[in-house]
């Protein structure tokens, strides 16, 4: 019956006897589709909106990086004898000892004349670590 165009309805219905043949018999119009013109532009705000968020969040968790950085850039050493550069000093012995690196913000190992320099001189990693390293705690 789909397929036959012509077919009166209700002709059809009124010649139907029990509720079967009704429901068999009814045909239901097509549901209303919107535009493929709205589904397309909703899709495209739905995926702008999506990528909008995605950058401000990663500006946003980019500032608050460069934000601890900066802090942790300008953190005090918390013993003032690692501020002082490293300095090898006025012998000449060939120790090996362990200096805080300012610009580095690490305890580096050097070769120390054994007298002379400045305060920054540490025995081993351990000694210069605990006495320069400042621990950050969030």
């Avoid at 509720?19 to 209303?32: G, M, N, T």
């Avoid at 580095?104 to 320099?117: A, D, K, L």
Wanted: with cysteine.
């Amino acid at each position: 019956m789909r397929n036959e165009p012509n077919v009166d309805r209700t002709a059809l219905l009124s010649d139907a006897l029990d509720e079967d043949k009704v429901e068999a018999v009814r045909i239901r119009p097509p549901r209303a589709r919107p535009s493929s013109k709205w589904n397309k532009f909703w899709i495209a705000c739905l995926v702008g909106t999506g990528l909008l968020a995605s950058v401000f969040m990663l500006l946003g968790a980019s500032y608050i990086l460069q934000l601890y950085s900066l802090a942790v850039q300008r953190l005090p050493s918390k013993n003032p004898q690692c501020d002082h550069p490293i300095e090898r000093g006025d012998c000449t012995e060939d120790l090996r000892r362990w200096a805080w690196n300012i610009a580095n913000r690490t305890c580096v190992p050097f070769s120390y004349s054994g007298c002379g320099g400045n305060k920054n001189i540490f025995g081993s990693q351990t000694d210069c670590e605990v006495a320069c390293v400042t621990i950050i705690q969030i």
